[in-house]
T-cell receptor, first 116, second 113 residues
Framework: EAGVTQFPSHSVIEKGQTVTLRCDPI?????LYWYRRVMGKEIKFLLH????????ESGMPNNRFLAERTGGTYSTLKVQPAELEDSGVYFC??????????????FGSGTQLSVL | AQKVTQAQTEISVVEKEDVTLDCVYE???????LFWYKQPPSGELVFLIR??????QNEISGRYSWNFQKSTSSFNFTITASQVVDSAVYFC??????????FGQGTELSVKP
């Protein structure tokens, strides 16, 4: 069974440019999460989809970040325009059971974003 | 507010040594879950363990063991007879309802031959 896959694995862009990250969750997983780790710091929650609906987007830093999950399958996270502080590793995770955190999250390998 | 603290930023040991990674958490919830994840050089976060707040039994899985102490709000992770393949960043995390995880800053473990 394929795990959570993220594209690209690395992205280097200049400040002001736009970048779109993609996450393909495990097939059948309704829950999809985005997290981010800024260099050396903790991994922080960004948002949570249940199918195509945003369940919780309290962690989104600002309106330069736009997440979508059309059709409830893969998700994209677009940063426009990118700023230096957006650099970090963006992780996607998915799980099957909705509602409680005893469900194990399956994480992807992350996208390393560098904004120069 | 919920918070997870991993005070050790980096640890370096020699192969076969035992090593303990510390994790201290804060929460007002009576029901919660604690997790450990491993991030090897390949980048993905690998699930190691989940423990609910009502189960304080220590757990052992091969060379790995976990010590959950509610009295001190700690969930420490010990690797016995460490190996080079254990080199990774280890994250402790606390759950919130809905699946959202609160992570610590991670401990980078380096096991040298």
């Amino acid at each position: 069974e394929a795990g959570v896959t993220q594209f690209p694995s690395h992205s280097v862009i200049e400040k002001g440019q736009t970048v779109t990250l993609r996450c393909d969750p495990i097939s059948g997983h309704d829950n999809l999460y985005w997290y981010r780790r800024v260099m050396g710091k903790e991994i922080k929650f960004l948002l949570h989809f249940v199918k195509e609906s945003k369940q919780d987007e309290s962690g989104m830093p600002n309106n330069r970040f736009l997440a979508e999950r059309t059709g409830g399958t893969y998700s994209t996270l677009k940063v426009q325009p990118a700023e230096l502080e957006d650099s970090g590793v963006y992780f996607c995770a998915s799980s099957q059971v909705e509602g409680w955190a005893d469900e194990k999250l399956f994480f992807g390998s992350g996208t390393q974003l560098s904004v120069l | 507010a919920q918070k997870v603290t991993q005070a050790q930023t980096e640890i370096s040991v020699v192969e076969k040594e035992d090593v303990t990674l510390d994790c201290v958490y804060e929460t007002r919830d009576t029901t919660y879950y604690l997790f450990w994840y491993k991030q090897p050089p390949s980048g993905e976060l690998v699930f190691l363990i989940r423990r609910n707040s009502f189960d304080e039994q220590n757990e052992i899985s091969g060379r790995y063991s976990w010590n959950f102490q509610k009295s001190t709000s700690s969930f420490n992770f010990t690797i016995t007879a460490s190996q080079v393949v254990d080199s990774a960043v280890y994250f402790c995390a606390l759950s919130e309802e809905g699946g959202k995880l609160i992570f610590g800053q991670g401990t980078e473990l380096s096991v040298k031959p």
